[in-house]
């Protein structure tokens, strides 16, 4: 069961050797990456139908928490571990053949994610959020247009400042309890960090972490790196990372802050960013940035589901996530080759069908069309939503039905622009998408229709993995059984 | 005004931050982990120098993301920087004195950057400040002779292997039932050069990983293209 650690150290490796690989064999160099990727999947698969859904914990190095590092393994963990090595695999650098060093950066890029969500441990969390940060600032300069390099300048500085915020966080915690081991931090949390210095600790993590999560003050950077990123990329920051900077938000809030205030901050946050990205990308003229704007407030919407106490807002916001996570790469992929101003695209639908077929498939399952998960995970934040008491909640009701009727007008007037015959006066629309972007986004597109038909199994999966992982008992127990047996 | 802007920022932080850390005894936090590894190491990691335990030891996982983020951002700053035109003019070659003190500083820092890195397990220093140290020893005579050109090719094989001599030693423990990453080896006599198990072989995989890494990436530093006067 130990060998969980190798999703995160093979991609590592194969990561260093890379560079060096392919100065030998070319070929080698090409495929270390994606067969690295493919046997941890097989790992990952093996170790979740070995654990029978019951949560476990490595003690890294043999030395036990809370003086060693840890990995906690449950489902939640598992599930992303597995997103990540999927994602990765699918947005694999396939075209890059003279560039090892993109190669070596997905790699490090996935290694780091899978870290992410599994370590135990709050400053080791913040070295693989380091990591994260650093090699997705290579992967936005990858293209090397001058427009990539000043959004990564622009990416790389407010992601320095989020680092500089998270870790000021992380030495507050410290200093108040005297340990970093999340399931021992989530023992003490009750006695020492619940005060007012605790609530400015998380409240400085939630900015520096939000950096990556495109949470509302600290998402600058989002429109013009995705502008200027290679489609693959923009789809690898929009879908997964921004998905694990949540993640590690919510195992902060399940474990160590459980106070109302906390869970208010993040939604006064969230309602802000989604009123903000959805207001935005309905103003945007040009395709990568609208969905970059959409981006942003549907990570809002997803912040806004998150914070709903207890079990409800973990699976309501799980649902959003990995919805999401199906979808934005997919829609990235396709507007790789439609790129540039919206009112160009006129026609663009009809010269190539396919592909605008499933854009209108993806905007309607985005959007929240009955029939498609979009409409299942909503449905849940709005139930999660209604339930609550409280006045806030209730605004947050509102604004996200706002956002969906904003979303529906700009995506529904980019769909009937793309099935518009191209008149006189619009540009010549290239309607060629290069196989490969368009095999990933019908794969996805595929899996979205395989979620709609398999719905009951996978609600049902879904929520109890929502309530194991809303248990901070259940998590003290399994790191802290281990370390009496040993 | 957006300067003013900033400075407002700035300056909100600013206090925010001194607020916040004005409520704090300092010298009087709890000491739960930090105690703990006080006692435990000096018998479980065999490292006089108890730093290294922690960074090699309890906490060996963040000492691997850390080599990691010195290779992105050496990978990264590749991919920006790692294309030069072969017909820009390169810097003249240094005088005579800059010439001979590399000559004779080269070895010495050589000796001193190993020195330092061999040592990490027993007196303050090892594999990330040796590693420094070596980087600049190489870095020297490309300041005296900018038209040397420099190996890359051997660079990124050192910086590789290296790195990959520190996972394999982790999977070594994996493979022979123990943990990622566990100490392997007898722990020997508390102080001598030969002791603390696996610990100096994975802090010379640092140290030259961060010393080729650093010297690759001053290397592109330096051979960025000048404007032409």
Redesign the interface.
């Given at each position: 069961m130990n060998t969980i650690v190798l999703t995160v150290v093979l991609p590592l490796l194969a990561a260093f050797v890379v560079p060096a690989l392919s100065r030998v064999s070319p070929l080698l160099g090409r495929l270390l990456g994606p067969l690295t990727l493919a046997y941890a999947i097989l790992l990952t698969l093996q170790i979740w139908l070995g654990m029978e859904g019951k949560p476990y914990s490595v003690a890294l190095g043999g030395f036990q928490p809370p003086l060693g590092i840890n990995f906690y393994v449950d489902q939640l963990s598992l599930l992303f571990t597995f997103l990540t090595l999927v994602t990765s695999l699918l947005l694999w650098p396939w075209r890059n053949e003279t560039e090892p060093r993109q190669y070596a950066l997905t790699l490090l890029l996935a290694a780091s994610a899978c870290g992410l969500a599994l370590s135990g441990d709050l400053f080791n969390i913040y070295v693989f959020y380091e990591l994260i940060s650093v090699a997705s600032f290579g992967l936005a300069a990858a293209t090397r247009s001058g427009a990539s390099f000043a959004a990564s300048l622009r990416y790389l500085i407010l992601s320095g400042l989020g680092s500089v915020l998270a870790l000021c966080g992380i030495a507050i915690v410290y200093l108040q309890s005297g340990t970093l081991n999340l399931a021992q931090l989530s023992q003490l949390a009750p006695e020492t960090l619940n005060t007012p210095l605790g609530m400015s600790a998380f409240a400085l993590i939630l900015l520096g972490v939000g950096v990556k999560g495109e949470l509302f003050p600290v998402n600058s950077w989002v429109p013009e790196v995705y502008a200027a990123a290679s489609s693959r990329v923009s789809g690898l920051l929009a879908g997964l990372v921004s998905k694990l900077a949540v993640l590690v938000i919510v195992r902060l809030l399940v474990l160590l802050f459980q106070q109302e205030s906390a869970l208010q901050l993040m939604l006064i946050l969230g309602l802000l960013g989604t009123i903000s990205g959805e207001l935005a990308a309905w103003r945007a003229k040009d395709m990568n940035r609208m969905l970059a704007f959409s981006s942003i407030g549907q990570l809002g919407v997803i912040f806004i589901a998150f914070s709903i106490p207890g079990e409800t807002g973990l699976f309501a916001g799980l649902a959003l996530s990995l919805h999401h996570l199906l979808v934005k790469p997919a829609l990235f992929l396709l507007a790789e080759r439609w790129r540039g101003s919206l009112a160009g695209l006129r026609g663009a639908g009809l010269a190539s069908p396919v592909a605008g077929g499933m854009f209108v498939l993806l905007a309607l399952s985005l959007v929240g069309m009955p029939p498609l998960p979009g409409f299942w995970a909503k449905f849940l934040l709005f139930t999660g939503l209604a339930a609550q008491q409280s006045v806030i909640y209730q605004v947050a009701l509102g604004v996200v039905l706002l956002s969906i009727v904003i979303e529906a007008n700009y995506l529904f007037r980019v769909v009937m622009n793309l099935f518009q015959p191209a008149g006189d006066n619009s540009v010549a629309v290239t309607s060629d998408h290069g196989w490969l972007n368009l095999g990933t986004t019908f794969l996805l597109s595929a899996l979205l229709i395989a979620g709609m038909l398999f719905m009951g199994p996978l609600g049902a999966w879904l929520e109890e993995v929502a309530i194991q992982a809303a248990d901070p008992v259940l998590y003290f127990d399994t790191v802290f059984s281990v370390s009496a047996i040993h | 005004m957006r300067n003013l802007a900033a400075l407002v920022f700035v300056g909100g932080l600013a206090f925010l931050?001194l607020v916040?850390f004005n409520?704090?005894d300092f010298a009087q936090?709890?000491?739960?982990?930090?105690q703990?590894?006080l006692t435990?190491a000096p018998d479980?990691v065999g490292a006089a120098n108890i730093v290294t335990a922690v960074v090699l030891?309890?906490?060996?996982?963040?000492t691997?993301?850390?080599i990691?983020?010195l290779?992105?951002?050496s990978?990264?700053a590749?991919?920006?920087l790692?294309r030069r035109r072969t017909d820009v003019r390169r810097d003249p070659p240094g005088g005579f004195i800059l010439r001979s003190g590399v000559a004779l500083l080269f070895p010495l820092m050589l000796v001193v950057g190993f020195y330092i890195i061999l040592h990490g397990h027993l007196t303050p220093g090892g594999g990330f400040q040796g590693g420094v140290i070596l980087a600049a020893a190489f870095f020297l005579p490309l300041l005296a002779r900018p038209e040397t050109p420099v190996n890359h090719?051997g660079l990124?094989?050192v910086?590789?292997?290296a790195?990959?001599v520190f996972?394999?030693t982790?999977?070594a423990?994996?493979l022979q039932g123990?943990?990622?990453?566990?100490?392997l080896l007898d722990n020997g006599v508390l102080g001598e050069l030969v002791s603390a198990g696996t610990l100096p072989l994975l802090y010379l995989a640092v140290g030259l990983k961060v010393g080729a890494e650093l010297a690759g990436l001053m290397a592109r530093l330096a051979d960025v293209e000048v404007d032409e006067p």
């Open positions: - | 931050l916040i409520q704090f936090a709890p000491m739960i982990v930090g703990g590894i435990d479980r030891g309890y906490r060996g996982i963040d691997l993301g850390e990691s983020i290779f992105a951002a990978v990264a590749g991919l920006v790692g090719a990124s094989i910086e590789g292997g790195g990959a996972i394999l982790g999977l423990a994996l123990g943990e990622f990453l566990q100490p």
